[in-house]
């Protein structure tokens, strides 16, 4: 029922997944009530970017937070590692232009943060309750979210594939800090093999290699999976993620064909309908 901070720093590094450009991320201890402080510290001065869907930025295949010109690409897996561990103040510092991949999922995040410790802080956890059922939709795209009152956060994908050889999936998770460290939390993003070269084309995912993604091809998942439904589970990882944005979020939400802009619109849509409360009040 209280905040929590990171009992101390912890340091990672490692290539941006679309730059391929090697990346530093401090994350810190930060005081009560001050949230998610994400700055980028490799520019002079150091520039601080809002966590909100406000300081969303154009970006092909990711989350971009940016203000001013400054931008920080794929804030999805950290953010959706510190949601999962319900982390509320943490100072985040980027030397570079993007978060590090790392394995291109949350796990390297999460175990970062557990081995720095997690503190309670002397301030009520503050969690964001819908008032109403909201909802959003690409109907020509077939994509669909909604978000529904609920005591706790529930999230439910469905995948619908367009590929022969990789078949639908559906999941459905409670996002609590131990079955996110451990059902979620490892899966990784997905590629599709005929689609890679016209990405690095474009500049995008210059920082991915065989061992960190699920690589799909004509024949399937190529390369050993971490969940036999490793795909949806990250869809439900990247959602998380995006739902961050809006701060700690409480609801059901439900998911189909959906990607980082339907999320970012969902986001919007919960904070215009939802109240900031004191955690463990009773959902509507």
């Given at each position: 029922m209280r905040q929590r901070t990171l009992a101390r720093e912890v340091k990672l590094e490692g290539a941006g997944l679309h730059t391929g450009q090697p990346c530093r991320l401090r994350l810190g201890p930060a005081p009560p009530d001050s949230g998610w402080q994400l700055r980028r510290v490799?520019?002079?001065?150091?520039?601080?970017?809002?966590?909100?869907?406000?300081?969303?930025?154009?970006?092909?295949?990711?989350?971009?937070?940016?203000?001013?010109g400054v931008q920080v690409m794929t804030v999805e897996h950290l953010f959706a590692a510190l949601s999962g561990l319900a982390v509320d103040n943490v100072a985040i510092e980027v030397d570079g232009p993007e978060v590090p991949a790392l394995d291109n999922s949350a796990l390297p995040f999460v175990q970062a943060v557990l081995e720095a410790g997690l503190q309670d802080q002397p301030a009520p956890r503050r969690v964001r309750r819908l008032r109403r059922a909201v909802w959003v939709l690409e109907a020509e795209r077939g994509q669909m979210a909604v978000a529904m009152p609920c005591h706790e956060l529930r999230v439910a994908y469905a995948f619908v594939s367009d590929r022969p050889a990789l078949e639908d999936q559906y999941g459905e998770f409670a996002v609590r800090p131990q079955t996110f460290a451990r059902e979620l939390a490892p899966a990784r993003t997905v590629a599709f093999l005929d689609e890679v070269q016209e990405l690095r084309r474009r500049g995008l995912g210059l920082g991915g290699t065989a061992d960190s993604v699920v690589l799909v091809g004509p024949q399937g998942c190529a390369g050993p999976l971490r969940f036999a439904d490793e795909v949806v589970r990250h869809k439900i990882l990247d959602l998380v993620?995006?739902?961050?944005?809006?701060?700690?979020?409480?609801?059901?939400?439900?998911?189909v064909r959906s990607g980082h802009r339907l999320h970012h619109q969902l986001a919007r849509r919960i904070l215009q309908e939802s109240l900031l409360e004191p955690e463990g009040m009773e959902a509507p």
């Open positions: 490799d520019v002079r001065p150091p520039v601080t970017i809002p966590v909100g869907p406000q300081a969303v930025v154009a970006a092909p295949r990711c989350t971009a937070l940016g203000v001013d993620g995006d739902l961050a944005l809006a701060g700690a979020v409480r609801a059901r939400v439900l998911a």
